[in-house]
């Protein structure tokens, strides 16, 4: 099994990371994955797919954080809190930037 050095690890970290900011996404897959431990496999797999898709179709932004906010939503209500507070307001922000932009 190969082990990746810590630096071509940041390298892609960061890569997807910009490429997230860069499709209009605030927030990364790595933040994503931490709603992984409440959401079944299917679903989160799902929730993946749609994810990073809207990393490269602009027009799927707005459906892939509103699909997010509502797993961190849920998760939220499940535990009596949320567990990711900056990821939700990351998502809430961006939602809200998008509606201040097209009038939705």
Sequence with gaps: MHSR??????????TV?????AGGLPIDRAEL??????????????????FDRART????TRPALLLCSVYAERV?????QDPLPTVT????????????RHGI
């Design 5 to 14: 050095s810590n630096a071509a690890e940041a390298g892609v970290n960061f």
């Design 17 to 21: 990371r910009n490429r997230a900011i």
């Design 33 to 50: 994955e931490k709603l992984a431990r409440w959401i079944p496999a299917k679903e989160m797999a799902l929730l993946f797919e749609i």
């Design 57 to 60: 179709d602009p027009d799927l």
């Design 76 to 80: 939220a209500r499940m535990l009596d």
């Design 89 to 100: 307001k990351k998502i809430r922000d961006r939602l809200e930037e998008l509606r201040e």
